[in-house]
């Protein structure tokens, strides 16, 4: 029994895990969590030994434990700043552990030694590089197995619509690989009946050798011209499947829901469908186009070697059987080190993702040195599995080397030895050690394209793991037309789950065409999870949300958002002019239409305030507009389109107190003859709903307008006293601390 892995600080449970363990028993690995199964802060330790799984709990203070077994696997998962990690066996989940997010890096770690512990379990061959996997900290909820060769193949789902072109590349090369054969050919009888003759004193024909070297020359140059154009054509085949590729994957990206985000870095994400598209392109261009030449080039020169001679031929074969073992001896763990290199080149594109757009806060907390640390953590961590990568192709490729150096010893002898018994002659051998020289160079080459067609796999994985994610919001098979919408809205018997946690229950609720209806309740009450519903960001888990009638799943989702629109608390401009961003959601709008909805939202003076008016230039993010002025370019936005739904996420609570009036009267315009739900913890702005939505824990527990509400005395009424007396508590605190000038005086 050896002991345990060291814990810093030690863990109170470690004794009694020493005491747990059985004769012959190791600790593997050790991950201790922070939150117990209710979600409370508390110690808790799981420990992975090569025959178990032992968990201390430490709300109840007792160990489970679970025998390893074929099948078994570790899933982790995120949701709010809660992880989660579940174990599964092949029918059911048999155990689950929450902890925070500072538990991610040690927590994948553990997953992948579980995982590699099963592997052994199963009698699968787990190789030790793997143990090195200190980069698996940046790879979160997204364990997978590595990439397989043949997720290549699927690019033929891009490439079909050039397939004449192909196979016009195809025929090209072709015809230049067989004009690169005919100079060794030549040889044989340059060297037999020229030069061999012209050293022994014997007459040579003149016109006979300038046939042979106007045949050397004239292969040369189709060979040339043949190869340009199979390379020109193929370059741009290979582009333009590339371009489609990142463009299918960004529009499929598009398409999914926003619970598919909720779980991937902006990063991760940017770099598959930048960095990760154009490998796959330098592959189809390059190496992939090599590979085949290499494969054309070695079938014809065999073809040759055994029309020449085979005795020798056979011997130039000796090397290949030690380096397809080579090959298939290292292909896995590059498979498996690029796919890591790519992890962590997606967390140094996060590191610059979340610093870049976040720069002031950056700088407002003095922060430099410690995002400075974080992007040099990442970098040194792909640092690592480079160097381990290196390490492993530096031993491989000198090994090709020196068998193809061999084997080309084993033809000098053999071919030594024919000559001397008289059965070839020297310009056969000559001919043949020229065919060798460029099958050997084909073999070194084919073996080199392991490399660039294991990152390329990785590459193409990480590709389909997007295109294969289907969206939890799909379109109908058969929609049902939507328009003429009045905006009646019906839910009855919503229930909806994030995971596990149940977020809406048991809500029915009909919302009348052009009514106000406000949304109100403590933080996590289920208001804005109500409102995703609505946009059907997400589907219900039970129950309905009916629009004039029509269930939301019965209507694609884009004729169903035409008729929404949305002001969030924190709005998003995009980068360019304001007129754009105004017509964002319907880019065909007239100069008159963004004009007339600048001035419902009360943004015309403050744009024509600006250098270029409509045409000025906003950052990104709306940077070097104020928030009140982003807000009402937002409602601008919002106006625009014309909806018959209007959400109001809420839309006044990060402003002033004068700029919330004049996004006030920007509101009023906007909810004119429009059905609008609006959430604000400010109860004061929703004096004017028609009806106020009282929401606890996911359930409705109040309803009707504000004056009865309050007359009630219940869940609102409760909210809007503490308000008041918040509001009130801050006012005497202000007049607490502003100086009192007659004071003064009277003291003076």
């Known amino acids: 029994m050896q002991d345990l892995p060291s814990v810093t600080p030690p863990h109170p449970q470690t004794a009694a895990l020493q005491g747990r363990l059985l004769a012959g028993e190791n600790v593997v690995a050790l991950l201790e969590v922070d939150l117990d199964a209710q979600g409370h802060f508390a110690q808790g330790l799981i420990a992975l030994t090569n025959s178990r799984l032992l968990s201390f709990e430490p709300r109840g203070g007792s160990w489970s434990e679970f025998p390893l077994a074929p099948g078994q696997s570790l899933k982790l998962s995120d949701h709010g700043g809660l992880a989660f990690m579940e174990l599964f066996d092949s029918q059911q989940r048999l155990a689950r552990w929450r902890f925070t997010l500072a538990c991610n890096p040690p927590a ?45 193949l699927r690019l033929w789902r891009f490439a079909r619509p050039y397939q004449g072109q192909l196979l016009l590349g195809f025929a090209l090369m072709l015809g230049a690989t067989g004009a690169t054969l005919v100079s060794p050919y030549l040889t044989m009888p340059l060297m037999d009946k020229v030069l061999i003759p012209f050293q022994n004193g014997q007459a040579i024909d003149p016109g006979f050798v300038m046939l042979l070297l106007g045949g050397l020359l004239g292969a040369a140059l189709f060979s040339w011209a043949l190869g340009w154009a199979k ?36 990063g991760d994400l940017m770099s598959r469908i930048g960095s990760e598209t154009d490998r796959i392109s330098v592959f189809l261009s390059l190496h992939a186009l090599d590979f085949i030449t290499d494969v054309l080039m070695l079938a014809m020169t065999s073809v040759i070697l055994f029309s020449i001679h085979p005795g020798l031929a056979l011997a130039t074969l000796v090397p290949l059987p030690f380096i397809a073992w080579l090959i298939h001896l290292v292909r896995d763990k590059l498979r498996t080190g690029f796919e890591k290199i790519d992890r962590v080149w997606g967390e140094i594109t996060n590191v610059l993702a979340d610093t870049i757009p976040g720069i002031r806060v950056v700088k407002a907390f003095a922060q430099e040195k410690r995002e400075a640390s974080r992007f040099r953590e ?24 020196l068998l193809t150096e061999m084997g080309l010893l084993v033809v000098w002898g053999v071919g030594i030895w024919l000559i001397s018994h008289q059965s070839i ?19 070194d080459s084919m073996s080199r394209i392991v490399s660039v067609t294991q990152k390329a796999a990785a590459g193409a994985k990480r590709i389909f793991d997007i295109l294969d994610h289907v969206s939890n919001v799909p379109d109908p098979v058969n929609p049902q037309p939507f328009e003429n919408v009045t905006g009646a809205i019906s839910m009855q018997g919503l229930n909806f789950r994030y995971g596990s946690r149940s977020v809406v229950r048991n809500l029915n609720l009909d919302i009348r ?37 029509v269930d939301l799943r019965r209507i694609k989702v884009t004729d169903y958002r035409r008729h929404i629109g949305l002001v969030l608390q924190e709005p998003f401009l995009f980068f360019g002019t304001i007129a754009e961003n105004i017509a964002y959601g319907k880019p065909d709008a007239s100069r008159d239409e963004i004009v007339a909805a600048a001035r419902a939202a009360h943004a015309h003076e403050f744009i024509l305030r600006l250098p270029h008016g409509y045409d000025s230039l906003v950052g990104e993010r709306g940077q070097g507009l104020s928030g009140g002025e982003r807000q009402r370019i937002s409602i601008a936005r919002a106006l625009l389109i ?33 059905t609008t739900i609006a959430i604000a913890h400010r109860l004061s702005t929703l004096r004017k ?12 527990v109040e309803l009707g307008p504000h004056d009865e509400l309050i007359a009630r005395q219940g869940h609102y009424w409760r ?13 005497l605190e202000d007049h607490a601390v502003t100086p009192n000038p007659s004071a003064h005086t009277a003291d003076a």
């Open 231 to 266: 390379t020109y054509l193929l370059s741009l085949v290979s582009e333009r499947i590339a371009a489609d590729l990142r463009t299918a994957t960004f529009e499929h990206l598009l398409g999914l829901s926003l619970e598919y985000f909720g779980n991937k870095r902006t």
């Open 642 to 674: 014309d909806p018959a739904i209007l959400i109001l996420d809420e839309a006044t609570s990060a402003v002033d107190t004068e700029t919330e009036k004049e996004i006030q009267r920007a509101l009023d315009n906007l909810v004119k003859g429009r």
């Open 378 to 401: 990442a970098n040194q961590k792909n640092l690592q599995v480079n160097d381990r990568l290196n390490k492993t192709w530096s031993l491989f490729t000198p090994s090709v080397a």
């Open 108 to 152: 994948v770690r553990f997953a992948d030694t579980f995982a590699r512990e099963v592997q052994r379990v199963s009698g699968h061959v787990v190789h030790e590089e793997a143990d090195e996997g200190e980069d698996s900290a940046f790879d979160f909820g997204e364990a997978s197995k590595p990439p397989s060769t043949w997720v290549l």
């Open 513 to 549: 065409p052009g009514e106000m209806v406000g949304l109100v309740g403590h933080s996590g009450s289920g208001k804005s999870t109500l409102v995703n519903l609505i946009c059907r960001f997400y589907d219900v888990t039970e129950g309905s949300i009916k629009v004039d009638g």
């Open 425 to 443: 002659t020297v310009g056969t051998l000559t001919a043949f050690l020229a065919y060798i020289g460029r099958f050997y160079g084909r073999l």
């Open 719 to 731: 909210l809007w006293e503490a308000q008041a007396r918040r509001v009130d508590q801050e006012d």
């Open 689 to 700: 709903a028609d009806r106020l939505v009282v929401m606890d824990r996911g359930e409705i």
